[in-house]
Structure formats: C-alpha cells, structure tokens
C-alpha cells in the first residue's frame, strides 16, 4: 500500500488539546470556589457543576485520544495491501463537517472509512446507534455523508462507506444495518474481496490529487499549518 497523506490526527488533537484546556479551567475554578467556599462558607453544591465539568471533560478527553489509537491501528493494518492501493488519513473535505479517518483508493473501489475505537456492547437498527443502551448520533449516517463528499468531489460513482470498530472488546448488536460494519481484523479481506477492476493506476493517483487539493485548499481558508 502507498500513503498519499499521512494520518497527523490533526482534527482528534485539536478536540483532545480542546478538551484538555477546558478540564484544567474546571480545575481551577473548583480550587478557587473551594477556598473561597472555606471563607465565606458557602454551600457546597456552588461547587457542583465545576466538579461534573471536570469529569465530562475529561471523559471527552480520553475518547479523542483513544480514537487516535484506533486510527493508528487501521492504519498498520491496512499496510498488508499490496501497492496498487493508495491511502489518504485525517483528511478534511468541508469545513461543516469533521475529518474523514481514511481513504483507500483501489483498482475495484474507492472506500470512505469511518473509525471507531468503541469499547463494551454497541447496537444497530439500520441507521440507529445505541452504545450501550442509550441512543447516539448515527455513525452510519456519518459515514454515508463522508462518502457522498469524496463522490461529488472526484465525480466517481464507486464509492463505498465502510464502518470498522478497532477495539477487540467491543461486542456488535447489528440489526440490518445500512453499510458495511466491520471489525479491525476484517478489513483487509473486505477490500481484496473486490474483484471487479474499475480504476487504473493513473486514475487513482489522479482521484487522489483532487482529494487531497480540496484539503489543502480548505486549510488554506482557515489558516492552518
């Protein structure tokens, strides 16, 4: 496999340094509030959002970064393909939207691959999410949506989303879901399975020059490095 991008988890990062930031301000504003609290004596329930602040942040925190392994895991298992295969990670492709993981650009297929590094029992209803049993925003439909970009961006027709769990202790619950759901260790024989040959090799170095020049031009508006 050739890696036309490297995967700099640039947009996972962000959200971590984000989250980060703000579990020290909820830190220092518990610490404050409880010397002020020993003063003055005030209530202790002052100090309560503060204190739940910190937890949900901090929980935040530690998901970016787990998602970052995940990634990185697709991305080491991903080398045993040969390279006809081209690989693009953490890219951006609209501002409105988050980063897509990965992109594999293959002679039978261009595949759009969303991430997750989930842990314990998640379950599907076609394009329902619930992990464990509370409902979560579609990561199908998120998927779905990446790869209706990369297709309108290039004009290719053969795009496929793919959803691949990455923790070995995640157990699936799937009921007819609407794409492809796979685990880590599946992935590879998914994408080999393909044997219609739709693209050639200069093709896809072409599909993958304006995949990564819609990037650069986003990061470009936005000012980043």
């Known amino acids: 496999m050739q890696i036309l991008r490297e995967g700099k988890y640039k947009y996972l990062n962000n959200k971590a340094r984000e989250n980060r930031n703000r579990i020290l301000y909820s830190l220092l504003i518990l610490i404050v509030l409880f010397l002020f609290s020993r003063i003055h004596d ?41 390279n006809s295969h081209y ?11 988050g980063n897509i993981d990965h992109i594999i650009l293959s002679p039978n297929e261009i595949f759009v691959i969303e991430t997750k590094n989930f842990w314990g029992q998640i379950g599907c209803d076609r394009d329902n999410w619930y992990y464990p049993k509370y409902e979560i925003p579609s990561i199908s439909k998120q998927a779905k949506r990446n790869a209706l970009l990369v297709k309108r961006i290039t004009g290719v027709n053969f795009v496929q989303p793919l959803l691949v769990f990455t923790n070995s202790d995640v157990e699936l619950k799937l009921n007819s879901p609407t794409i492809p759901v796979l685990k880590l260790q599946d992935l590879c024989d998914f994408i080999e399975k393909k044997n219609s040959r739709r693209f050639t090799d200069r093709e896809l170095r072409r599909i993958g020059e304006i995949i990564i020049s819609q990037c650069k031009e986003i990061e470009n508006c936005k000012g980043l490095n």
């Open 87 to 97: 690989l693009i990670n953490d890219i951006v492709l609209n501002s409105k939207h």
């Open 42 to 82: 005030l209530f202790g329930y002052v100090m309560l959002i503060p204190f739940l602040a910190f937890f949900i942040f901090l929980r935040r925190y530690r998901n970016y970064k787990k998602g970052i392994e995940g990634e990185k895991k697709v991305v080491e298992t991903l080398q045993s393909l040969d």
